[in-house]
């Protein structure tokens, strides 16, 4: 099955401030998802990425999927402390041309603390 | 649309009792899953159905682990006997068939078992 490693563990930055999230896969991706929790409640869907080279924004955050894909990288620029949060990276587990019914593997996950 | 529906939010139970989780998907989604989430080991699927039909139960920790799925618009995770290593939040997620579509996650029932 697909392992995620996602890096760092943890993150803490001051608001304003920029910051990268990495997520490597051990086998190729055919569909990466990102998704952010807050403590206590559900995961909320931010960008899924399919193909290599690929790069997708929404408000201040960025995601991005290598040519081959294997890793991807999820920046927010100028940190505000409604950030804050778990962000965690998902995997499609399906090989191309199969079908997953979106099955997916989560990474560890990255917990950010942004402080006004 | 509402979202997905878990219900209890929190249960608090004593070791050895049955412990049901409720959930009930976005209308119109074909696929559901079951979620386990810990500290110890992140966020893991337990089992998940198309169209109300179990597809993969691999991710079932034990046998004390049952989930049904009667009809398309309710699913139940249920632990008899539960015990303390259960405690963990559990979600519940669906979405439309099909790979490459994003799952919608409910707000997740946060079980402890004492």
């Known amino acids: 099955s697909q392992e995620l490693e996602q890096s760092p563990q943890s993150l803490i930055v001051q608001e304003g401030k920029n910051l990268t999230i990495n997520c490597t896969s051990s086998k190729t991706l055919y569909g990466l998802y990102w998704y952010k929790q807050k403590y206590g409640e559900g995961l909320i869907f931010l960008m899924m990425l399919q193909k290599g080279g690929e790069e997708k924004s929404h408000e201040k955050i960025t995601a991005k999927l290598d040519e081959k894909k294997q890793q991807s990288s999820l920046h927010i620029t100028a940190s505000q402390p409604s950030h804050a949060g778990i962000y965690l990276c998902g995997a499609d587990d399906l090989n191309a041309g199969g079908t997953s019914y979106g099955k997916l593997t989560f990474g560890q996950g990255t917990i950010l603390t942004v402080h006004p | 649309d509402a979202g997905v529906i878990q219900s209890p939010r929190h249960e608090v139970t004593e070791m050895g009792q049955e412990v049901t989780l409720r959930c009930k998907p976005i209308?119109?989604?074909?696929?559901l899953f079951w979620y386990r989430q810990t500290m110890m080991r992140g966020l893991e699927l337990l089992i998940y159905?198309?169209?109300?039909?179990?597809?993969?139960d691999s991710g079932m920790p034990e046998d004390r682990f049952s989930a049904k799925m009667p009809n398309a618009s309710f699913s139940t995770l249920k632990i008899q006997p539960s015990e303390p290593r259960d405690s963990a939040v559990y979600f519940c997620a669906s979405g439309p068939t099909g790979g490459y579509t994003e799952a919608f996650f409910g707000q997740g029932t946060r079980l402890t078992v004492v």
């Open positions: 159905f198309n169209n109300n039909v179990p597809i993969d």
């Open positions: 209308s119109g989604h074909n696929s």
